[in-house]
């Protein structure tokens, strides 16, 4: 099964850059979706950012509207990595964020039930 493991989290001011990686194991082959969401104490987890790979085409991001020209979403397959690069961060970006994988079509990132494989998170705090 696919295992995923979180990286590169702490604490930046507001204004500034932080960048996450996780490390994927046995990536989905085909309908897959991995990415990034993210769940502050009390709140519900929400999305942040993902990408859709289906049939031949290629990887499509797609991001939160909070999100659109703050983060950056991208994936290295042959070394099994994804990664989330974020700048102009608020300290309302402040989460837990999590990556995770989906191989269901029904995948998505209004429903992050959907995605049923995890990682263990990683705190981000913006102050």
């Known amino acids: 099964h696919v295992q995923l493991v979180e990286s590169g989290g702490g604490s930046v001011q507001a204004g500034g850059s932080l960048n996450l990686s996780c490390v994927v194991s046995q990536w989905p082959y085909t309908s897959a979706c991995v990415g990034w969401f993210r769940q502050s104490p009390g709140k519900e987890r929400e999305g942040v950012a993902v990408i859709w790979s289906a049939g031949s085409a290629g990887p499509s991001p797609f991001y939160a509207d909070s999100m659109k020209g703050r983060f950056s979403v991208s994936q290295d397959k042959a070394n099994s990595r994804l990664y989330l690069e974020m700048s102009n961060l608020f300290p309302n970006d402040t989460a837990v964020y999590y990556c995770?994988?989906?191989?269901?079509?029904?995948?998505?990132?209004?429903?992050?039930?959907?995605?049923?494989?995890w990682g263990q998170g990683t705190q981000v705090t913006v102050s």
């Open positions: 995770a994988a989906a191989m269901s079509t029904r995948a998505k990132i209004q429903f992050p039930s959907t995605f049923p494989f």
